[in-house]
């Protein structure tokens, strides 16, 4: 079945500074990925919609300044939380949805959770 | 505006009996639900999903059936076993199967099957 492998698993740094989260469709083209956050105990929130080729559309309430995606080809999506804060610590998924299998099912990647100091 | 609820934040059930998840939604535009189980530290799977069309869809142990008139859906697992501890999400969408594919979630359920 559909594989997303997302990249990297966790993570920790410093305050202000700026990190990178990889989302790959590992076995099939994904023109479409969407980025969600999951606070704790709390429901997936959906962030924003990377699209390939061209800009994100993010969700209300959500900075696209903060929250850079790119999705450069069509089996890799980035998101870049800059000049992160603590409040910025969450659990980060990706997912995409394979159009050959048919239906909505979105794939999830294995999700990245981000400790900011 | 919490559009997809799931009321019930755990939920526990003995080994071998029926576990049920409700999850109720308040936009009558979702036509298509979903169900995903979510192992900590690990992204959502699919388990399985309805259409609007249906009002009930089963695979296997796990039957969902879905109530419109009512806005509610709810997720049967029976026998439960102890591999089905997981969170549960329920989640809806608008625009019909090959449409919109931009998933709203509930909070989730923790369900706990004891031995």
């Known amino acids: 079945g559909a594989v997303v492998s997302q990249h990297p698993s966790r993570v920790i740094c410093k305050s202000g500074t700026s990190v990178k989260i990889e989302c790959r469709s590992l076995?099939?083209?994904?023109?479409?990925m969407f980025w969600y956050r999951q606070f704790p105990k709390k429901s997936l929130m959906l962030m924003a919609t990377?699209?390939?080729?061209?800009?994100?559309?993010?969700e209300q309430g959500v900075e696209k300044d903060k929250f850079l995606i790119n999705h450069a080809s069509l089996t890799l999506s980035t998101l870049t939380v800059t000049s992160a804060h603590p409040e910025d610590s969450s659990f980060y998924i990706c997912?995409?949805?394979?159009?050959?299998?048919?239906?909505?099912?979105?794939?999830f990647g294995a999700g990245s959770r981000l400790t900011v100091l | 505006d919490q559009q997809v609820k799931q009321n019930s934040p755990s939920l526990s059930v003995q080994e071998g009996r029926i576990s049920i998840l409700n999850c109720d939604y308040t936009?009558?535009?979702?036509?298509?639900f979903l169900w995903y189980k979510k192992y900590p530290a690990e992204g959502p799977t699919f388990l399985i999903s309805i259409s609007s069309i249906k009002d009930k869809n089963e695979d296997g142990r796990f039957t969902v059936f879905l109530n419109k008139s009512a806005k509610h859906l709810s997720l049967h697992i029976v026998p439960s076993q102890p591999g089905d501890s997981a969170v549960y999400f329920c989640?809806?969408?608008?625009?019909?199967?090959?449409?919109?594919?931009?998933?709203?979630f509930g909070q989730g359920t923790r369900l706990t099957i004891n031995p």
């Open positions: 989640a809806a969408s608008a625009g019909g199967i090959q449409g919109a594919q931009k998933l709203v």
């Open positions: 936009n009558s535009m979702f036509d298509y």
């Open positions: 990377s699209n390939e080729g061209s800009k994100a559309t993010y």
């Open positions: 997912s995409a949805r394979d159009t050959l299998s048919g239906a909505n099912v979105l794939t």
């Open positions: 076995d099939f083209q994904a023109t479409t």
